[in-house]
């Protein structure tokens, strides 16, 4: 049985674009850790040394298996969430 990604979400509050995400994840009942890169610059540290990008929002998709992926842009973030990957 494969086990679900641990998921956190960089984001901040006054972003259109996160706020979109934010819809999604409220829609699909699922529960994300929520990292704002305005209240919190260590998130945002953590996001420009992964991704080389200040951008939001983004998603960090760690598996199981130690492996971590980050995935841009609103909608492909949603596509990704939808299909309960």
Request: charged share 30%.
């Amino acid at each position: 049985m494969r086990t679900r990604p641990h998921l956190s979400l960089y984001q901040y509050s006054s972003c259109p674009y996160c706020a979109r995400v934010l819809g999604a994840l409220d829609r699909l009942d699922l529960d994300v850790e929520l990292r704002d890169v305005l209240e919190n610059r260590e998130h945002l540290r953590e996001l420009v040394q992964a991704t080389r990008r200040t951008t939001v929002p983004c998603l960090r998709i760690e598996h199981s298996d130690g492996r971590v992926e980050w995935l841009h842009e609103s909608l492909d973030i949603i596509r990704y969430l939808e299909a309960g990957r």
